[in-house]
Structure formats: structure tokens, C-alpha cells
């Protein structure tokens, strides 16, 4: 059980354009009405060229749901073709941005320098980070997972100041369990997630260390949401594929019944 305000976002990852999106949307904001939203903060991470009409949407129906990027580009501004800076996001109005999700770092080569420089932009934008990690299979098998993980937290938020730490947002996401259907066991999930907050706390100190949400993503459904949302340091899910149908989501934002 969590004293921290829960966060579920979904990740929609390179799926729905924007006509399907705003589909998504609206249907979410119907299917939220069922929904205590004052107990959990919903977030949706559509692809770029679907945010302006999720902000015209939310805006429009006055939605319970806050948006953002699933990466921003480490720079400002200039001559880096095909890059859309934080502060084009946050003209938007997005709250989030996704850094360093495995599929970044896999498909993109980004690197705990590359993701710690994202994490600097995206604050100096204005948006809040978050900052995705977690361990592939053979580092899990081999029993590295904590170190592997807590490797990739501390190259994220090197150099951050302490109000900066206390903002941002940890997902702790198995490489394994990311599509897969295989969601780690709750006590999995809790072992790394207590332990980024152990590396916080020797960080950044208590105030810091109590306040970081810290989610956990691979595989989370509407059936094993609450299970997951037991443990003490799970604050919230990071959602792929569950996040692309209106209901699911809505009954994970729901989770406490
Ligand atoms: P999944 O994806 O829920 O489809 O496993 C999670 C993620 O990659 O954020």
C-alpha cells in the first residue's frame, strides 16, 4: 500500500494515429466517469503526431487524464532532423515524457548518458521524466537484475538537484516481461522497486526517497493490477499493450474497485 497519489500510464507505443487515438481518448474519458480519478492519476503516452488532438480532446471534455511523449530529443533546439524537442512537448501541454524505454535503448542504442542527458531536457522544459529501467533476461537469470537496474537509475538522474529528484517518475520495467504476458511476481516487482527507493533514499535522502513514484511495467492487465498494487514500493503501472483498449485501462486506473 502506497501514501503516494498511484500513477497509471499507458504506453501506446508506435500504435493508433491520430484519428484512432482520439477515439482512444474520448472513450477512456467516458469509460473514467465509472472511476474515482481523485484516488489515481491516469496518464497516456500517445505517439507525437497524435498530442495536439489528445490536448484538444482533454481540453475540450475537461478530461481526468494528463498526457505526454514516449521520448523527447536531449537538445533544445536546431538542426537534429526528426527530433521534437521538450519544449515543443510542453507547448502542447504535456505533464510526462517517457526517457530511456528498453525499446529506446535496444532499438536506438540510447545509453545511461544518452537517457541522463533526456532526463536534464525534459526538466528543463518543464516536463516531468519517466525514467524507464529494468534488466534483460540473462542478467535476471544470472542474478543481476538489482545491480543492472540500479545501474541505469543512477545514470539517469546523475547530476539532478534534489527538487528535480523529487519529481520524477521511475518505471521499473523487466525486459522480459515487456509484451511477453509474463508479468513478474508482485514480490519481483517489490525487490526492485524497494530497492530504487533504497538508492534514492542514500542519494537524495528521505523527503526525496518517500515522495518518487516508482511503477512497475511488463504485462500489467485490469487481473493482475491490484496483486501488484499491494506492495509497498509499486506506486503505479507503466501499460503497453492494456492501454489501447478504453475499458482495460480504465479498469486498471480502477484497480481498487
Ligand atoms: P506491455 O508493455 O504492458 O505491453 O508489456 C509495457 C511497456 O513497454 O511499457
Known amino acids: 500500500m502506497t501514501t503516494r497519489t498511484p500513477l497509471m500510464a499507458g504506453n501506446w507505443k508506435m500504435n493508433l494515429d491520430w484519428k484512432q487515438g482520439l477515439a482512444l ?18 496518464v497516456v503516452l500517445p505517439p507525437f503526431v ?38 515543443m512537448l510542453k507547448a502542447l501541454g504535456c505533464t510526462y515524457v517517457a526517457v530511456g524505454h528498453s525499446e529506446r535503448r535496444q532499438y536506438h542504442g540510447e545509453d545511461e548518458q544518452v537517457t541522463g542527458a533526456k532526463v536534464k531536457a525534459a526538466f528543463a522544459a518543464g516536463l516531468i521524466p519517466i525514467l524507464c529501467v529494468g534488466e534483460p533476461l540473462e542478467e535476471r537469470q544470472a542474478g543481476r537484475h538489482v545491480e543492472h537496474t540500479l545501474a541505469q537509475l543512477e545514470g539517469g538522474i546523475d547530476g539532478l538537484n534534489a527538487e528535480q529528484a523529487k519529481q520524477i517518475v521511475i518505471a521499473y520495467e523487466p525486459v522480459w516481461a515487456i509484451g511477453t504476458g509474463e508479468v513478474a511476481t508482485p514480490e519481483d516487482a517489490q525487490e526492485v522497486c524497494s530497492a530504487i527507493r533504497g538508492a534514492l533514499r542514500s542519494l537524495h535522502g528521505d523527503e526525496v526517497a518517500d515522495a518518487v513514484r516508482v511503477l512497475y511495467g511488463g504485462s500489467v492487465k485490469s487481473s493482475n493490477v491490484a496483486e501488484l498494487m499491494t506492495k509497498q514500493d509499486v506506486d503505479g503501472a507503466l501499460v503497453g499493450g492494456a492501454s489501447l483498449k478504453a475499458e482495460e485501462f480504465a479498469k486498471i486506473v480502477g484497480y481498487q474497485g
Open 50 to 87: 497524435d498530442l495536439r488532438t489528445v490536448q484538444v480532446a482533454v481540453d475540450a471534455g475537461k478530461l481526468p487524464i494528463a498526457y505526454g511523449a514516449q521520448d523527447l530529443s536531449a537538445h533544445e533546439s536546431g538542426a537534429y532532423t526528426g527530433e521534437v524537442s521538450g519544449s
Open 25 to 42: 481518448v474520448e472513450e477512456l474519458g467516458e469509460q473514467l466517469k465509472e472511476v474515482d480519478t481523485s484516488l489515481v492519476e491516469t
